[in-house]
């Protein structure tokens, strides 16, 4: 699907890419990959949510451009990526996608700023241990997302009762019934579901168009996958410096999920929660996201980071220890 369909005016309107480039998954699954800003800048590796796309970066990217190589990719079935078979939705599967990007856009040995948002942070989780992350990864921020229990901590269906409230989540983001039209009704429920009570008309109109953009058995096929998410032994061996953003009022992804995921990080480089804001945290405050990012640019990726031997060698004993502590 093209994403001209998600276009929106304003900084909701993604940046021109300056290179486009596919990636090809280790199943072969081919995905959409855009490059913005100049290149031999430090560079930036965006990945997005479920039923979003490249699009929903938009305002991030575009300020992160002016002095960073921003990249950002398509999630198999999103945006201009084609979706897979029925068995190629995994967060195995995830974290190889990512895998493919790395290889695809960055050089031998060269680092990146990885930040994944929902879905996207979850890539980031699966992938912890496998070679191209560990090769590439200079430090890491998850926006907006969470680890396992998804269903049962999510607040979209507030019911008491548990078990009721995970049967009624699944069912209800599990559908694969089509969304329509951005209609004023769909654009005042997204608002309910993914976003807080400060999203303007703009924001949500911007996400509606992406989200609704999304084929429909696309999204239930990946809210199986989300729905049946254990990420939480991954946390122990992401390694790298990870920072966290989350918004007070997630209904998704509430923020409990954020503060799970901070506990157990061995190297939490900040935890940032925003007041009032909803799942949707790059769009409904992009500047928190773009600050976040800029200082793990300036901590981890610029001049005076280790040598790669080091860096490597310690990122070898990090590793063992975690697998010795975790066997």
Same mark, same amino acid.
């Not at 190629?88 to 493919?100: I, K, P």
């Given at each position: ?22 990636? +090809? ?54 945006g201009r ?20 990007v790395l ?36 430090? +890491? ?15 979209? +269906? ?59 058995? $696309? ?20 390694? $790298?410096?990870?920072a966290v ?16 995921? $901070? ?58 220890? $975690? ?5």
């Open positions: 699907m093209s994403r001209l369909l998600h276009r929106a005016p304003g900084p909701y309107d993604p940046p021109v890419a300056v290179r486009e480039l596919t990636a +090809v998954s280790a199943d072969g699954a081919r995905l959409h990959v855009e490059m913005y800003g100049p290149e031999g800048a430090p560079a930036v590796v965006l990945a997005h949510g479920w039923t979003c796309s490249t699009a929903f970066w938009a305002p991030v990217a575009r300020e992160l451009s002016t002095g960073f190589r921003v990249i950002a990719y398509d999630q198999r079935g999103h990526s084609p979706a897979a078979s029925p068995a190629g939705y995994t967060t195995g599967v995830l974290a190889e996608d990512l895998e493919a290889g695809t856009v960055l050089e031998p040995g060269e680092r990146a700023v990885l930040a994944g948002h929902s879905m996207g942070a979850m890539a980031l989780m699966a992938a912890a241990e496998r070679a191209a992350f560990r090769a590439h990864a200079a430090a +890491v921020l998850l926006c907006s997302t969470g680890s396992s229990r998804l269903l049962a901590d999510s607040r979209v +269906v507030p019911l008491r009762n548990e078990r009721m409230r995970i049967r009624l989540h699944r069912a209800l983001l599990g559908s694969s019934l089509p969304l329509g039209p951005v209609t004023p009704p769909a654009r005042r429920l997204l608002k309910y579901v993914t976003m807080g009570d400060g999203a303007t008309p703009e924001m949500i109109t911007a996400c509606a168009r992406i989200v609704h953009a999304c084929p429909r058995r $696309v999204r239930a096929a990946w809210a199986r996958v989300l729905g049946e998410l254990d990420l939480g032994a991954n946390l122990e061996r992401l390694t $790298v410096p990870t953003i989350a918004g007070t009022a997630d209904r998704l992804t509430p923020i409990v999920q954020a503060r799970r995921i $901070v506990a157990a990080l061995p190297d939490c480089a900040g935890f940032t929660e925003l007041a009032g804001r909803g799942h949707m945290t790059p769009v409904e405050q992009p500047e928190a996201v773009v600050a976040v990012i800029r200082e793990l640019v300036r901590d981890h990726l610029a001049a005076g980071e280790p040598p790669a031997a080091e860096r490597d060698e310690h990122n070898e004993r990090t590793a063992a220890k $975690v697998k010795e502590e975790t066997s």
